[in-house]
């Protein structure tokens, strides 16, 4: 079946460092990918997404580019910030399937000043 | 424009004890899904509603879970019989109708947390 594989938290980071959260996926048809941020203690946020192959989805200083030969949706930011710490989530979705998604298991971010 | 709204935020149930989970969707959402988020552990899919109908219950439990999704009012996650293992985020998200250029996307609501003592 489908699935994500994120890579594993916690990362910790430095203020104004570069941010890659890497996440592959396996999937039997042409899937829609997402990134999602949980805050603590609430709930999920859509931070970007990307419908085909190519797509780069980005918000707030982050991106992620659809990569169908690597079947990869890493997640990068140029400089994080304190404001930034949160577990990120990766995820599809196959176009067939309406909203259900599958998740991979979260990457926590924490990041220092 | 209201976003996702579950209720309540926090329970706190004894086991054996009946939970009653409940989600409004977004204003002009038909669709209807739940997840669950055990600890340390991303979410999982349990449902997927429509107004009146259940689309895809392939998540859910196979004792003691329903979902329903009536005509008119919320959405509501009822877990019968609770148990400690029951404990976990109970996440609602809505979509309207789908279409090609829509991405699937879908908005979760802040969640209900359950705890079974």
């Known amino acids: 079946g489908d699935s994500v594989t994120q890579m594993e938290g916690p990362v910790t980071l430095s203020e104004e460092a570069f941010l890659t959260i890497n996440c592959t996926y396996t999937a039997t048809g042409y899937p829609s990918l997402f990134w999602y941020v949980q805050y603590p203690g609430e709930g999920l946020q859509l931070l970007l997404k990307a419908t085909k192959a190519d797509d780069k989805g980005s918000n707030k200083g982050f991106e992620a580019t659809y990569r169908k030969e690597t079947t990869s949706f890493h997640l990068e930011k140029g400089s994080v910030q304190v404001s930034d710490s949160a577990v990120y989530f990766c995820?599809?979705?196959?176009?067939?399937?309406?909203?259900?998604?599958?998740f991979g298991q979260g990457t926590e971010l924490s990041v220092k000043p | 424009n209201a976003g996702v709204m579950q209720n309540p935020r926090h329970l706190v149930r004894r086991r054996g004890q009946e939970a009653r989970l409940r989600c409004s969707p977004m204003k002009g959402h038909s669709h209807v899904y739940w997840y669950r988020q055990l600890p340390e552990e991303g979410l999982k899919f349990m449902v997927y509603l429509q107004k009146e109908n259940i689309i895809d219950e392939s998540g859910m439990p196979k004792e003691r879970f329903s979902a329903e999704f009536p005509k008119e009012g919320p959405s509501i996650l009822r877990i019968q019989q609770v148990v400690r293992g029951d404990s976990a985020a109970y996440f609602c998200?809505?979509?309207?109708?789908?279409?090609?250029?829509?991405?699937?996307?879908?908005?979760f609501g802040e969640g209900s947390w359950l705890t079974v003592v």
């Open positions: 995820a599809l979705s196959e176009g067939n399937q309406g909203g259900k998604l599958i």
């Open positions: 998200a809505s979509s309207p109708a789908f279409s090609s250029h829509s991405g699937n996307t879908i908005y």
